[in-house]
């Protein structure tokens, strides 16, 4: 990572941004980024799999979600400000928050919110212990149901808040148990 970020003029790796300067940063448009305790994070963007994978779940999360009235859908790479000082705008494949925690009025940049829902698609450059940290940071965030789905092994694994987890095969399906009240996905309907 650090190698990428050359091409950000003036940025080195002990340089802190702010989730403001995040929001008025210049990058070229083929890159990904976050904010990780204050250090900028670029990578590049999903291959066809990764997107057509985040794009078919996250269009039954929408279906399900609008047809319910249960809250809202937030495409991929919609940053929410998850840590302060340093701060971390973390951006989800697909973001789901509820009804009764949506705001009046949506803030132009980043939520100082976490979603109820966070779904990690893993790309070909993701490597599990950035997953991993990943993973914590959105529970320790307050997000209450996190699914990574691996598209290589047809898999995906359930974090929930309680701590518990699950690892779900090609034959089994999400489940939005209390955060995504009778939602339903069969695995293979992704692929």
């Not at 009764?100 to 993701?126: K, N, T």
């Not at 307050?142 to 808040?161: F, H, I, K, Q």
Request: charged share 30%; with cysteine; hydrophobic share 40%.
């Amino acid at each position: 990572m650090d190698g990428r970020r050359d091409y950000v003029a003036g940025m080195s790796e002990a340089t802190l941004m702010t989730a403001e300067e995040l929001l008025g940063l210049r990058l070229p448009g083929d890159k990904r980024t976050e904010l990780i305790r204050g250090r900028l994070v670029v990578r590049d963007p999903g291959g066809a799999r990764h997107g057509a994978v985040a794009m078919r779940l996250g269009y039954r999360i929408t279906a399900h979600v609008e047809a319910n009235h249960l809250g809202r859908v937030y495409a991929a790479e919609t940053g929410f400000k998850i840590e302060s000082d340093p701060d971390t705008v973390r951006a989800p494949d697909v973001a789901f928050i509820t009804r009764s925690r949506l705001p009046e009025v949506e803030p132009r940049g980043y939520p100082r919110w976490a979603p109820d829902l966070a779904v990690e698609v893993l790309a070909h450059d993701d490597h599990p212990a950035e997953t991993l940290e990943k993973i914590a940071q959105w529970l320790r965030a307050g997000v209450r149901l996190v699914w990574v789905v691996d598209s290589e092994t047809r898999s995906a694994r359930v974090y929930r808040a309680d701590g518990t987890e699950s690892l779900l095969g090609p034959n089994d399906a999400f489940d939005g148990e209390d955060v995504l009240s009778g939602f339903r996905c069969p695995l293979a309907d992704l692929w």
